[in-house]
């Protein structure tokens, strides 16, 4: 077992290197960007937090994703983004 996060390990199945959550599920295949294997949702950037961004500034621009396991819905990740940024870079 290999850890990424506090919350998603490898583990090998049947000779293939699979991420885990630390629920247990399977998420899928290691060589995928764990982010692509996980339920995201988009919020308001305020939902960060009071001090994250007070004064607004941007905030028409940038979000926040929060990244979940889809089977126990553990929150996994968040990460600010701009707000066109609709997909995982994948380059």
């Known amino acids: 077992m290999r850890r990424l996060s506090s919350n998603l390990y490898l583990e090998l199945v049947q000779g293939k290197e ?3 959550c630390r629920c247990g ?3 899928g295949p290691a060589d ?6 996980l339920r995201m949702k988009t919020q308001d950037l305020s939902k960060a ?6 004064y607004k500034i941007g905030s028409n621009r940038f979000c ?3 990244y979940y ?3 126990c819905l553990r929150l996994i990740e968040t990460e600010v983004a701009l707000k066109e940024d609709q997909g995982i870079d994948k380059s």
């Open 18 to 20: 699979m991420v885990h």
């Open 25 to 27: 599920a399977v998420l």
């Open 32 to 37: 995928k960007d764990p982010k692509t294997l």
């Open 49 to 54: 937090g009071p001090k994250v961004n007070p």
């Open 64 to 66: 926040l994703k929060e």
């Open 69 to 71: 396991c889809p089977r």
